[in-house]
């Protein structure tokens, strides 16, 4: 792999993640369309690994807020409670990821890098974000609690 090639797939990267569409989808296509070899699972996870890096310093003031809430996660009548409510409800949005990841890993590595399943996978979840979108609830419940992180 090339310089040209870690340049380009680090800001196809960094400007993919934060948009409601596949960077990991993106980091297959790239050397597809291109023409290059691809890169691997572990460009991949260094890439995503300088997201989160970048996600974590930009951060860092409310994650500080977050680590002060979590030793009274159970707790409600704190003046942490609206940080505990926030850290409760990443951590369970993260189980799922960290168990199929673990579980799934070999499945993952050798079969979710096909364009089909690429391709597939865009079509279904534009559909699930269009309908969403459209019928959702236009209620935003967790702007107030944004709202309590930046105080």
Do not use: N
Not at 2 to 16: K, M, N, R
Not at 48 to 62: E, K, M, N, P, S
Not at 95 to 103: A, D, K, Q, R, S
């Amino acid at each position: 792999m090339d310089i040209a090639q870690i340049i380009v797939l680090s800001l196809v990267q960094g400007f993919t993640e934060f948009l409601p569409v596949s960077s990991s989808a993106h980091l297959i296509l790239i050397p597809i369309l291109t023409g290059w070899t691809d890169q691997g699972m572990s460009f991949d996870l260094a890439a995503h690994l300088g997201t989160l890096i970048a996600v974590l310093i930009f951060f860092r003031v409310d994650l500080k807020k977050l680590i002060y809430a979590a030793p009274g996660l159970h707790k409600r009548d704190e003046p942490f409670s609206a940080h505990r409510k926030l850290l409760h409800m990443l951590l369970i949005a993260t189980m799922p990821v960290l168990i199929v990841g673990y579980f799934g890993q070999d499945f993952v590595r050798t079969e979710f890098r096909g364009t089909h399943i690429i391709a597939t996978s865009t079509i279904v979840f534009a559909v699930i974000l269009w309908v969403a979108d459209a019928y959702g609830s236009r209620q935003r419940e967790y702007l107030a609690l944004a709202r309590v992180m930046h105080c």
